[in-house]
C-alpha cells in the first residue's frame, strides 16, 4: 500500500512538472515572437482614398492607405454613421495589402485602419465619408462579384453576379470574344436581378461586362476576363534520376519536363513509392511544385518508384507520366 501511494505521488509529481515545462516553453515562445517582431504601437496609418470628410455621390470606393514597415497585415474597418455612435459594422476584415474594394449606400460613414503584426499593434487611423443620393449613374461603377477577374476554368456553364446600385432600374450584360469591343458574343438589355446564368461556352477568351441604368443616365461598363480551358496538360516526362540508377546519396534530386500545350503554365504533383517485393508499392512521399525540380531525403537501402502528373489553371489534369525507379545502396 506504501508503495503503491508512493508510486502514485512520483506519476503525479511527473505530469506537474511536465505541464509546467510545456507551459514555459508556450511563455518563452511568445517571448520570442514579441521580442523578433518589430514594436509599431506608436505608428499612425496615413489614409490616402477617400479623403477625410468626402461627399459624394459615388458609391464604390477604393479604400487606400499607406503601408508601415514592420508591419504584415491591415485591418479595415468600416461603421454607420460614425465608431462613436455605431449603430451598424459593415466591415472588419484582416488583409495583406494597402487596398480594398468596397460599395457603399447613401448614408454617412467611417472607415479606420490599424497595421499589425503577431505581437504589436498601430494606432487606429480613420475618416469619414458621406454619401448622397444621386440618380446621376455616370460616376458609379458596377462592382463584378463571379467569375473572379482573370478566371481560368474548365465548366460549360457559369453563374455571373455583379452588385447592386441604388437609383438603377435595370443592367446591361455583354460578351466579347478575344478581346473586349472586337468580337461581340452576347448582348442582353433590361437585366432585373443582379446575377445570369449561361451555358454552353467552348473553349476561348471571354470578356464579359456589366452596365447599371436608370431613365437619365449610365454607368460605364465594369469588364472583367475570363479563359475557359478544357484541354489538359501535356503528359509530363521524367529527366532524372535515370531509370534504374543506383544513387550513393540518400538526397535525390528529381527533375522532369512538364506543360500545358494552350497556356503554359502548370503545377506538378511528384508521388514517390517505395517498391515492395511482392506486397505491392506503398506511398512515400508526394507534393506540389511549379519549378520542374523537387529535391527529397529517402532512406538508404530501398528501391523507389516516381511518378509525375500536371494540373493547369483551369483544373484539367494530365495522365501521369511513365514511371521512373532508382534505388539508393546501403
Known sequence: ???????????????????????????????????????????????????????????????????????????????????????????????????????????EFEWRVRGENSAYNTKWSAASIVIYSSDDLTRQKVGLTSPAENAFSNMESYVFSWEGLAKVNTYRFKIYVEEWGLNLSLDSLGITSTSLMLDGFDEGVFFWGVQAANDVSETQFSTRRLVVDRTSPNKPVLVEPLNNVVLSDSTVVFKWNSNDPVWTKVTDRLVIFEKKNGSGDVEVFSGTYTTKSAKVNLFRGKKYGWKIDSRDQAGNISEHSDEGVFSISD
Open 1 to 107: 500500500m506504501i508503495l503503491l501511494l508512493l508510486n502514485f505521488r512520483v506519476m503525479v509529481f511527473c505530469k506537474i512538472r511536465m505541464i509546467l515545462v510545456i507551459s514555459l516553453g508556450v511563455i518563452i515562445l511568445g517571448a520570442c515572437s514579441m521580442f523578433f517582431e518589430e514594436d509599431v504601437e506608436a505608428e499612425e496609418i496615413i489614409l490616402l482614398a477617400p479623403l477625410d470628410n468626402a461627399f459624394t455621390e459615388v458609391l464604390s470606393h477604393t479604400f487606400w492607405w499607406a503601408t508601415i514597415p514592420g508591419t504584415s497585415s491591415y485591418r479595415l474597418q468600416i461603421v454607420t454613421p460614425s465608431f462613436e455612435h455605431t449603430e451598424l459594422l459593415l466591415l472588419d476584415s484582416l488583409m495583406e495589402g494597402d487596398k480594398f474594394d468596397f460599395s457603399l449606400y447613401p448614408g
